[in-house]
């Protein structure tokens, strides 16, 4: 399947003789049309049998603890999908039939010919019969590469690279956070784990030997290239995945900076066989970045999962995830159990990208933080998808936020280095940067939702000329999302702030009279019971003056609505007062705007404040 470089792929069709099958209602209702077609065609298709049910993970949020958190929704998981499933693998293992069951989501890939097919559709216990094949796509242009290590005539600021620089990521390295304590995922085409920028930051290198137990996991069962199939040592048969490792965290100690996060860990899993994936493979390894295994695939062990995974790939209707919602409830899995998931947006290799073409999945997900790409000017990159998210009907606004991905310098195979371009460069850029964010901020641990609104509030905003979605063109759009992030603004811009002061129960959250009054005395300068007084709710958590004073201290950088650089009482705390009073529109912004504004328009201001109250 589709690896998210830009380059120009050179497309060919097999042909063949496909043989009429006619297939009965009840397959015809449940199964993809790329099933139908290939049951003419051959003996075994790979299918994706949907259960008809998926676990109820609602309650996951309210565990604070990420290890907690993971363990709940792997439990609860495991238990549904064993309860669930139960009648039809002891079906499917009576005759014989090859399968594998997951329980990332309900669901079971089986290997079915056209008698099972049908036996399939006429269960009630099974939902949708999806498509699960492997297209092979011819590969993009090989990179350019450069030696292995650059002049040592070279000054230190230069060997770090321009988009690391970009994102400011130095100068959060130089308030001494580099991503200690956080572990990065990855599922690509696989990595060569001792490339020197990459072997030292490798979670299963000790500094003397190797374990790839618990760090490391192949779901490709078959093939494999240069690495065969189910290799129990990383590797990567193409160049892709060495890449955009290189890009979170690589730093070989020398004059080749090429990660946002030298200070992180990674773990990876291959998804790809030498660049083509299937839905299947790409779930296998979001499952056991879930639960990490040995390399037996037994022992699963979620405090080994990681705290973000990349994934520069896509999976268009084209080759295979024609059912466009097949990984959804996959990717809300793996963020129900506290892990950020980043997705590149897509790259359409036109030179013009189009509006909604942002359309394959994980990308098109909610669930997903998806990545569009800019130059080092800050101009977006025209391979870079937009939005919004037709596909599956939401128009949903997407890409959510933008990464340099123009001729990004990282790590390659055989211990090079060369330039990619893609939002496959631009999404390593910000799941180093949340890297970061949570090796300064163990609050965003097992937060995800809260890393995303922390990243997008405080991006550089960059309007867009091209107005898709027929929404403003000012911020958020459907080409850069909220903007390009700014590691620097992130952490100085209040992480986990809220507009819920008083911490009240659920059911009155965010109230004008008790919050909206709070926030607006705390920025005319009150303090103690002046600030306090008359103003809480009954069913406040937070009361003492002096903690409440603290919080507003530690979110007042998020205060600044109108984006002018202060966080004044007659237009910040205004607009908020205002906002959560329920004034929309004009009457929101009327006479409360400072006088140089970034966020001047009524949608803008909307939107801003809504990032405030999770």
Same mark, same amino acid.
């Given at each position: 399947?589709?690896?998210?470089? %830009? ?28 099933? *139908? ?27 604070? !603890?990420?290890?907690?958190?993971? #363990? +709940?929704?792997?439990?609860?998981? #495991? ?28 669901? *079971?890939? $089986? ?8 036996a399939l559709a006429n269960r009630p216990d099974v939902k949708r019969l999806s498509a699960n094949p492997s297209v092979r796509l011819a590969q993009p242009t090989a990179p350019v590469q450069d030696s292995a290590t650059r002049s040592k005539s070279l000054q230190v600021a230069t060997a770090i690279e321009?988009?690391?620089?970009? *994102? ?35 979670? @299963? ?43 979170? $965290? ?9 990660? $946002? ?90 030179? %013009? ?10 990308? *098109?997900? !909610? ?20 939005? =919004?998210?037709? $596909? ?6 997407? =890409? !959510? ?40 901020? =163990?609050?965003?641990? @097992?937060? =995800?939702?809260? &890393?995303?609104?922390?990243?997008k509030r405080t991006a550089v905003r960059r309007p867009a000329s091209f107005n898709c979605g027929n929404i403003a063109t000012t911020v958020p759009n459907n080409t850069f999302g909220w903007g390009r992030i700014d590691a620097v603004a992130a952490r100085l811009g209040g992480p986990g702030a809220t ?9 009155? #959250? +965010? ?7 709070? &926030? ?37 950088? %998020? ?18 007062? #205002? ?27 909307? %939107?801003? &404040? ?5």
């Open positions: 399947l589709r690896i998210l470089v %830009a380059a120009a792929l050179v497309s060919a069709t097999a042909a063949h003789a496909a043989v009429p099958f006619t297939a009965s209602a009840p397959l015809s209702s449940k199964a993809d049309a790329w099933v *139908i077609k290939q049951l003419a065609a051959a003996t075994t298709v790979p299918v994706l049998v949907q259960m008809p049910s998926q676990a109820d993970l609602s309650q996951a949020a309210a565990i604070a !603890d990420k290890t907690e958190r993971g #363990r +709940y929704v792997y439990e609860t998981l #495991r238990k549904h999908a064993d309860a669930t499933q139960a009648d039809l693998r002891s079906w499917l293992a009576s005759r014989g039939v090859q399968h594998q069951p997951f329980w990332v989501a309900n669901m *079971i890939l $089986v290997h079915a010919d056209a008698a099972t097919a049908e321009a988009g690391v620089t970009k *994102i400011r990521a130095p100068e959060v390295w130089a308030a001494g956070f580099t991503g200690q304590g956080i572990v990065i995922g990855g599922q690509d085409t696989g990595y060569q784990w001792d490339h020197p920028a990459l072997k030292g930051k490798y979670r @299963g290198w000790n500094g003397v030997t190797a374990n790839h137990n618990y760090h490391w996991h192949d779901a490709i069962h078959s093939g494999g290239g240069v690495c065969g199939a189910n290799s129990t040592v990383p590797c990567d048969d193409h160049y892709h995945g060495t890449h955009t490792m290189g890009t979170m $965290v690589g730093d070989d100690g020398a004059s080749n900076q090429t990660g $946002v996060a030298p200070g992180a860990k990674w773990i990876g899993c291959r998804n790809m066989n030498q660049g083509n994936g299937t839905p299947a493979t790409y779930a296998e390894c979001f499952q056991w970045f879930m639960a990490p295994t040995n390399l037996n695939g037994s022992n699963p062990d979620t405090s080994k999962a990681p705290h973000v995974i990349n994934n520069s790939w896509g999976c268009p209707p084209s080759e295979g995830c024609t059912d466009v919602n097949v990984l959804k409830s996959v990717v809300e899995s793996v963020q129900a159990a506290g892990i950020l998931v980043v997705v590149s947006a897509g790259n359409t290799n036109s030179g %013009a990208a189009p509006c909604t073409s942002v359309a394959d999945p994980a990308a *098109i997900y !909610d669930a997903s933080f998806s990545v569009a790409a800019t130059d080092i000017s800050d101009n977006w990159a025209t391979f870079s998808n937009r939005g =919004p998210v037709t $596909v599956d009907g939401s128009g949903r606004l997407k =890409p !959510d936020i933008a990464a340099p991905g123009v001729s990004v310098r990282s790590s390659l195979p055989g211990g090079s280095y060369g330039n990619l371009d893609g939002t496959s460069m631009a999404g390593p850029h910000v799941a180093g940067a949340a890297a970061l964010l949570m090796s300064e901020y =163990p609050s965003l641990i @097992g937060n =995800p939702d809260a &890393i995303k609104r922390l990243l507009l819920n002061v008083d911490k009240s129960t659920p059911t009155n #959250r +965010y109230h004008g009279l008790t919050d909206g009054l709070l &926030i607006t005395r705390y920025l005319i300068g009150l303090t103690g019971t002046a600030l306090t007084g008359g103003v809480l709710s009954p069913d406040a958590t937070v009361t003492d003056p002096l903690t409440l004073e603290g919080n507003l201290d530690d979110m007042r950088a %998020a205060l600044d609505v109108d984006g002018d650089g202060q966080q004044l009482a007659g237009t910040d705390g205004l607009l908020l007062l #205002r906002y959560l009073l329920g004034l929309r529109g004009n009457a929101l912004i009327a006479g409360a705007l400072g006088p140089s504004p970034a966020r001047s328009t009524a949608p803008d201001i909307e %939107a801003f &404040i809504q990032l405030l109250m999770p």
